[in-house]
C-alpha cells in the first residue's frame, strides 16, 4: 500500500516557451527564446543578433550571452523551435481534456511575461495574454485540475534582457514585482499554487558547467549579483501574493541534484559537500530559509565577489521566505578530486560517471535512491511542503502501429514514485509530483523534439515538420493507472 496522502496532486509539467507556440501573436512581446535556435546534444543553442549593423550569433540561453550593446534578431534563414513548439496556444483545450482523461490533479505551466508585459516596462498590461491564461486556467478547473503557475520560467522579455543586461540592475526587481502582482490579482480565484523562477540556481550550475578555466571572477560577479536581485524581487513577490489572497502557496523551485564524493578520499566528501553548496543550498537557504548561509562568505570570496545589497534587502529576505519547496530531479552527479575515467555530460551533469547507475544517451544517469535522499535531506533542512516539480526521461520515441511502446518511461518513472513513497514513509510532507513534459514539447537545452518525455506523442520533428497530432503513447494508460490508484499500481 503506497503512502501518499489522500489529496496528492499527481499530473505534469511543461513550460509556456517550450508548448505554447504562437510567438507573434495575441499581442506578444518577444522573449530570449524567441531568438534562439535549436542545437543538439554535440551542438549548443545560438542567440541570434545584430550589432553595429553586422548580424551574428552566440552560444546560450540567457540574454547575459549576447554581446554588449548587442539587440536580438531574429534570421530567415535560422530555425527557431520555440516559435510553434507544440502550438498549444491553439490546441490547450484539446491537451488539456487528454490530460483531464488521464486524471490530472495538477498541471504545471508558465506565464511568458511577454504575453502580458510585451517588453516588460508597459504601464497596463495586455488584455489578450490576460484573457488567453484565463481561459486555459478556467479549463483546467473545469477538468478538475489545479493549475501550478511558474512565475519566470526562462522567459525574460527580451527588451529587459538587453536593457538591463540579465538583471544586472535593480530595476528589474519592481519589473518582476509588476508583473507577479498583475497575476496574483488576475487569478486570485482560479490559482493557488505559484512557483517566482524555474530552476533559479541554474545561473550557478551552468558556471560550473562551462568550467572554472573559462569563467572569470566577473562572470561569478554577475551571476551572484542576479540571483540577489532575484531573492528579493522573490520575496517581495511572495509579500504582495499574501497579501492579495493569503490562501496562496507560493514556493521556490530548485534545479535538484545529490551529489556523492567518488573515492572515501575525506576531499571528495569535502568536494561534493561544496558542490552541493554551491549548487543547491545557496538558493533554498536565501529562499526558503529566507537567509544567506553561513558558508556565503566562503563562495563569494572563491570568486571575489561583492554583492551589492541594498538596506532593508535582507529584511525583506526573510519576510519573503516560500511556503514550499519544489524542486525537478533527473540525477545525480560524482565529485571527486582525483583524475577520472569517462565523464557524464547532460544538461546539469558534470564529473566522474558512478559505474554503480546507468545513464540515457543525453548523459543522464538513472538514479532513483538520489530522489529518496534529496527528499529526505531537503526536508530535514527545512521542514516545509515539499513538491516533485519535473521528473521524466528524454528518450528518442520510436512510433509503432499508431502509438509509441515506452516501457523504459514507464521503468524510470516507476522507480522514482517508489523512491517517493520511501520518503513519504519516512515523514517527508510530499504534496505533489508532476512529471516532465507529459506532452512531448520543445528540450530547454537542445531545441529538439526528438528528445521526448511525454505521455502523450507529437507529431513534430526536429526541423519542425509534422502534422502536429497528439497520440497517447503506452505510459499514458500506465499513468492513468498509477493515478486512479493513488500510487499503489504501478
Known amino acids: 500500500m503506497a503512502h501518499f496522502r489522500k489529496d496528492f496532486l499527481w499530473g505534469g509539467a511543461v513550460a509556456a516557451n517550450q508548448v505554447e507556440g504562437g510567438y507573434n501573436e495575441g499581442g506578444k512581446g518577444l522573449s530570449v527564446t524567441d531568438i534562439t535556435t535549436a542545437g543538439s546534444l554535440e551542438s549548443p543553442r545560438y542567440l541570434t543578433y545584430t550589432l553595429d549593423g ?57 506565464i511568458a511575461w511577454t504575453r502580458i508585459f510585451p517588453t516588460g516596462e508597459e504601464d497596463k498590461p495586455n488584455q489578450e495574454g490576460l484573457d488567453f491564461y484565463r481561459r486555459v486556467f478556467e479549463e483546467l478547473k473545469k477538468n478538475g485540475i489545479e493549475p501550478l503557475v511558474t512565475i519566470s520560467h526562462y522567459e525574460d522579455p527580451l527588451a529587459l534582457g538587453e536593457k538591463y543586461n540579465d538583471w544586472q540592475d535593480r530595476k528589474m526587481i ?47 560577479q554577475k551571476a551572484y549579483q542576479k540571483l540577489h536581485h532575484q531573492f528579493v524581487a522573490s520575496a517581495k513577490a511572495v509579500v504582495a501574493g499574501h497579501k492579495i489572497n493569503p490562501d496562496f502557496m507560493i514556493g521556490n523551485m530548485i534545479a535538484g541534484s545529490v551529489y556523492y564524493p567518488g573515492t572515501p578520499d575525506p576531499k571528495d566528501a569535502l568536494a561534493a559537500r561544496y558542490e552541493e553548496e554551491l549548487s543547491q543550498l545557496y538558493c533554498a537557504d536565501a529562499q526558503a530559509k529566507g537567509e544567506y548561509p553561513s558558508f556565503a562568505k566562503r563562495l563569494w570570496d572563491e570568486h571575489n565577489v561583492h554583492l551589492k545589497i541594498e538596506d532593508g534587502d535582507l529584511e525583506v529576505m526573510k519576510e519573503g521566505k516560500v511556503d514550499m519547496y519544489t524542486f525537478s530531479y533527473y540525477m545525480s552527479n560524482m565529485v571527486t578530486t582525483h583524475d ?26 538513472t538514479d532513483p535512491d538520489g530522489l529518496q535522499l534529496y527528499l529526505e535531506k531537503m526536508y530535514d533542512r527545512y521542514g516545509i511542503p515539499m513538491m516533485v516539480v519535473e521528473n521524466g526521461l528524454g528518450a528518442v520515441d520510436k512510433l509503432e502501429d499508431g502509438t509509441v511502446h515506452d516501457d523504459y518511461r514507464i521503468d524510470y518513472l516507476r522507480k522514482h514514485i517508489k523512491a517517493m513513497d520511501k520518503a513519504v514513509e519516512h515523514g517527508v510532507d510530499l504534496r505533489a509530483y508532476t512529471t516532465w513534459g507529459c506532452i512531448d514539447c520543445v528540450s530547454a537545452g537542445t531545441g529538439q523534439m526528438s528528445k521526448r518525455y511525454g505521455f502523450i506523442y507529437v507529431d513534430r520533428d526536429d526541423k519542425g515538420e509534422g502534422t502536429l497530432k497528439r497520440l497517447p503513447k503506452d505510459s499514458y494508460y500506465w499513468y492513468q493507472k498509477v493515478i486512479a490508484s493513488n500510487g499503489d499500481e504501478l
Not at 74 to 89: G, K, L, M, Q, S
Not at 184 to 196: G, I
Not at 340 to 365: C, I, Q
Open 54 to 110: 553586422k548580424d551574428g550569433k552566440v552560444a546560450g540561453m540567457f540574454a547575459s550571452s549576447l554581446p554588449k550593446g548587442a539587440k536580438g534578431k531574429i534570421f530567415d534563414n535560422e530555425y527557431y523551435p520555440n516559435h510553434v513548439a507544440i502550438d498549444f496556444y491553439h490546441h490547450y483545450k484539446e491537451d488539456i481534456k487528454m490530460f483531464a482523461d488521464m486524471g490530472f490533479k495538477v498541471f504545471r505551466t508558465s
Open 340 to 365: 577520472v575515467g569517462e565523464k557524464a555530460k547532460g544538461n546539469f551533469a558534470a564529473g566522474a560517471k558512478n559505474p554503480y547507475l546507468e545513464y540515457s544517451e543525453w548523459g543522464w544517469s
Open 174 to 220: 519592481d519589473l518582476y514585482v509588476k508583473y507577479a502582482t498583475t497575476l496574483f490579482k488576475e487569478y486570485k480565484d482560479l490559482v493557488k499554487y505559484w512557483l517566482t523562477f524555474n530552476e533559479i540556481n541554474s545561473s550557478l550550475m551552468f558556471l560550473k558547467l562551462v568550467g572554472d578555466g573559462k569563467v572569470s571572477d566577473a562572470d561569478y
